[in-house]
């Protein structure tokens, strides 16, 4: 499983590879094989994980899937007929990747365990000099594949650090707590947490949900495959793809209503606000529960039993904001103070402000993150950034969805990408990197084309807004067009040079 650890580097020397890539969940792991099928041997994936799979990795909270269908949330080149599902499980999507990561043999061009610490361009060597928990590396080109959703971020709550009881991330979840009959509290009411709560309210004493700001919901329409349906899937291979294709199409009809006429989405509000009427009898609770902005603002959430566990008798929904956590105890803001035994930090990631940035440093010294604290997050094609010669980005800038699934985006970026090292090869280039003009002239005509997007009139403060209030996480388009603009490497957005130094 990985490289043997004798031939993963040491700290006597740096190992050198041609292509390194930071991260192997669905991104990471996708140009890995990709590399591997275009006949290349001269790159390794360092993860920090003992495993592949990313964000389905290392989120293992109770109830915890997908809010995709199972049949779009693949690879397309790694169909899996055998679904259990229309909307799968962590446990099953995170077998799913394991299994491909088997299938094309490339775990022996992995080194689990091994945590980026370091990124520095070397504007002589033309190199990467990369520092890991397990030595170091030079590269000639660097691929981020770290996700937007892997640093988790918790609350900066007054006392916080005091409380004596057991606290842990949605995303760092604690197996070892045993939360039957104990007194908890779940902050936060995301797509993480309108799955832990149905999932844990039956089995603990008490359970206080603090909601800051209520989310819209949808009917999730999950259900587990008929024996004729696996079949299908398993014996006629167009019945798969015929489902995908049908899913996608579904899905990406929404863009309509998000990005280009909002009003369009008013049905789905209608329909999230029947549900409510139906699943939330209590008037009190139903008040606290509506949502005062536009649906689609936020990432719209799925789930037929997160309201039906806000009615349950041990179940409190809080609503005043939180004062101060204490050493047993959460103070509301209206001076009530409840007592707990655990705290479930359900609040989200660092995706604008991703301490991952922060020991990137490119041609000019400075850390990407603080270039992205400067001027917000912008790249080109969400795949490069001016200042940061021969890097990548899988999931860079501006290509996050609200609506549909991001394989189809990876898959899109690993294409690029892997024709971007195909051309540096070719023309023997020894460095690449995206003109700052072209850049800008991108981000300009991608901000023009989020200007009277739910995401931005929508009345709601969200992730995918950065702290200069531009969105900077989300693609504003129908995605076949993101396809399509990701089709071929262009050379001429770049700056580059040939090995001996001239201008190419
Ligand atoms: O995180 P979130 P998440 N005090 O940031 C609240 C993906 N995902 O882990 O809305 C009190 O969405 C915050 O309140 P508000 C998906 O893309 C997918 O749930 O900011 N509350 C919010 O309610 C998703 O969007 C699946 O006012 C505080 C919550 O915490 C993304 O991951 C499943 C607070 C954070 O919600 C993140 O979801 C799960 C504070 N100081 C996740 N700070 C699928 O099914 C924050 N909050 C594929």
Redesign the pocket.
């Known amino acids: 499983n990985g490289v043997a650890p004798e031939e993963a580097a040491d700290d006597r020397a740096a190992r050198h590879v041609h292509v390194l890539i930071i991260g192997s969940g669905f991104s990471g792991l996708g140009l890995a094989i990709r590399l591997s099928q275009d006949g290349r041997d001269d790159y390794l994936v360092l993860e920090r994980g003992s495993d592949v799979g990313g964000t389905w990795r290392d989120?293992t909270y109770p109830g915890?899937?997908?809010?995709?269908p199972s049949h779009l949330y693949s690879y397309s080149f790694a169909l899996n007929p055998n679904w259990s599902r229309s909307f799968s499980r962590q446990p099953e999507i995170q077998r799913y990747i394991q299994d491909v990561a088997d299938r094309y043999r490339v775990r022996d061009k992995h080194v689990f365990d091994c945590e980026m610490t370091g990124a520095r361009w070397n504007d002589t060597t033309k190199r990467w000099e990369v520092q890991t928990s397990r030595g170091a590396y030079t590269a000639d080109i660097l691929v981020s594949a770290v996700g937007a959703?892997c640093e988790p971020?918790l609350?900066?709550?007054r006392g916080i650090n005091d409380f004596q009881g057991e606290l842990f991330h949605?995303?760092r979840w604690d197996h070892d707590s045993d939360l039957a009959g104990k007194r908890v509290a779940v902050?936060?009411?995301?797509?993480?947490?309108i799955?832990i709560v149905p999932s844990i309210a039956p089995r603990v004493a008490r359970l206080d949900v603090?909601?800051?700001?209520a989310?819209w919901l949808l009917p999730r329409m999950d259900r587990p495959y008929t024996l004729p349906e696996r079949l299908a899937f398993k014996h006629l291979p167009g019945v798969q793809r015929l489902s995908r294709t049908a899913i996608y199409a579904a899905r990406e009809s929404q863009v309509v209503g998000l990005a280009k006429f909002p009003p369009a989405m008013l049905a789905l509000e209608l329909i999230a606000r029947a549900k409510l009427r139906r699943e939330v009898p209590d008037k009190a609770l139903r008040a606290k529960v509506t949502p005062n902005f536009r649906i689609g603002c936020?990432?719209m959430l799925i789930s037929n039993e997160y309201y039906p566990a806000l009615g349950r008798a041990n179940v409190d929904l809080v609503t005043d904001g939180?004062r101060e956590i204490r050493a047993g105890s959460i103070v509301a803001a209206d001076g009530t103070e409840r007592e707990v035994d655990a705290i479930v930090v359900?609040?989200?990631?660092h995706v604008t402000d991703s301490p991952a940035y922060e020991v990137v440093y490119g041609r000019e010294g400075r850390s990407l993150a603080s270039v992205f604290d400067e001027s917000g997050q912008q790249g080109y094609k969400g795949s490069a950034i001016a200042g940061y010669p021969n890097m990548f980005f899988l999931l860079g800038p501006n290509v996050g969805l609200g609506h549909t699934s991001m394989v189809y985006m990876i898959e899109s970026q690993i294409s690029y990408i892997a024709d971007a090292i195909a051309t540096v090869d070719r023309l023997g280039l020894s460095t690449v990197e995206v003109r700052k003009s072209v850049q800008d002239n991108y981000n300009r005509d991608l901000q023009r084309k989020l200007v009277g997007s739910v995401w931005n009139t929508g009345g709601c403060?969200?992730?995918y807004l950065d702290k200069h209030g531009n969105n900077t996480t989300l693609w504003p388009d129908f995605t076949f067009r993101f396809r399509r603009m990701l089709e071929k490497f262009d050379p001429g957005a770049y700056d580059t040079t040939v090995a001996d130094g001239a201008a190419a």
């Open positions: 989120n915890a899937a997908c809010d995709v959703l971020a609350p900066d709550i949605s995303a902050i936060g009411t995301g797509a993480s947490a799955q603090y909601q800051r700001t989310p936020k990432r939180i359900a609040t989200g990631f403060a969200s992730w």
